[in-house]
């Protein structure tokens, strides 16, 4: 493998497909089948990057500590956004049960918000001067307020179908979520020549204007 290579960190998941994709456009592919293969690192066909593949959530840490010179994001598990690429397009909401919706979203007072987000859950409510309680939850977020562990959940949602599904709907929009380019900043000063072109190029392929 190159050593010179540089380490590009992608998430599993929902947006791996749109990064491949990405970098298709941008003339660069991996030999192997991802989808087949039980490796986590492929280098690109000509040599130039290695792809690690990782948790989403696990993207920032292999960036911010050096193993990967840059990384694919969503904002939800952000930690640096020089480009923001325009693809991983969703939403993080608070959603509730559709029969006991309220017209307006306001005074909720000490309700049980179950949620993967528990920061950014807290930081909404604050910012809204409501207490709540947040129960984090790994999984299975819709079931909470179906079997009464929590009045509502906040969540990521592409198009509401899970949501519509479990006779759940929007209250609020929390934030509008997109996959966003992370860099080492190490790697960004002692690899400048390596890496500002290819962020220039990402972008390029991104459709990202400056």
Same mark, same amino acid.
């Given at each position: 493998?190159?050593?010179?290579?540089?380490?590009?960190?992608?998430?599993?998941?929902?947006?791996?497909?749109? /990064?491949?994709?990405?970098?298709?456009?941008?003339?660069?592919?991996?030999?192997?089948?991802?989808?087949?293969?039980?490796?986590?690192?492929?280098?690109?066909?000509?040599?130039?990057?290695?792809?690690?593949?990782?948790?989403?959530?696990?993207?920032?840490?292999?960036?911010?500590?050096?193993?990967?010179?840059?990384?694919?994001?969503?904002?939800?598990?952000?930690?640096?956004?020089?480009?923001?690429?325009?693809?991983?397009? /969703?939403?993080?909401?608070?959603?509730?049960?559709?029969?006991?919706?309220?017209?307006?979203?306001?005074?909720?007072?000490?309700?049980?918000?179950?949620?993967?987000?528990?920061?950014?859950?807290?930081?909404?409510?604050?910012?809204?001067?409501?207490?709540?309680?947040?129960?984090?939850?790994?999984?299975?977020?819709?079931?909470?307020? /179906?079997?009464?562990?929590?009045?509502?959940?906040?969540?990521?949602?592409?198009?509401?179908?899970?949501?519509?599904?479990?006779?759940?709907?929007?209250?609020?929009?929390?934030?509008?979520?997109?996959?966003?380019?992370?860099?080492?900043?190490?790697?960004?000063?002692?690899?400048?020549?390596?890496?500002?072109?290819?962020?220039?190029?990402?972008?390029?392929?991104?459709?990202?204007?400056?």
């Amino acid at each position: 493998m190159n050593k010179d290579a540089v380490t590009i960190a992608v998430p599993k998941g929902r947006l791996f497909e749109d /990064c491949m994709d990405l970098f298709k456009r941008m003339g660069i592919s991996i030999a192997e089948d991802v989808d087949t293969s039980r490796k986590l690192v492929f280098p690109s066909m000509d040599g130039s990057i290695r792809f690690l593949v990782v948790r989403d959530k696990d993207v920032p840490a292999y960036v911010e500590y050096g193993a990967a010179d840059m990384g694919i994001v969503g904002k939800d598990v952000l930690m640096e956004e020089p480009v923001d690429l325009g693809f991983g397009y /969703c939403r993080i909401v608070v959603a509730e049960l559709a029969s006991g919706k309220k017209e307006n979203p306001t005074g909720w007072g000490q309700a049980r918000i179950a949620t993967k987000y528990p920061n950014i859950s807290a930081a909404y409510f604050a910012s809204r001067g409501e207490q709540v309680e947040i129960i984090p939850l790994h999984g299975s977020i819709e079931l909470a307020p /179906c079997v009464g562990l929590a009045e509502r959940i906040v969540d990521l949602v592409s198009t509401g179908e899970t949501l519509k599904q479990n006779n759940l709907v929007e209250s609020d929009e929390v934030m509008l979520i997109t996959a966003k380019l992370v860099v080492n900043r190490a790697s960004l000063k002692v690899r400048s020549e390596s890496i500002e072109p290819l962020i220039e190029a990402i972008g390029n392929a991104a459709g990202v204007r400056s």
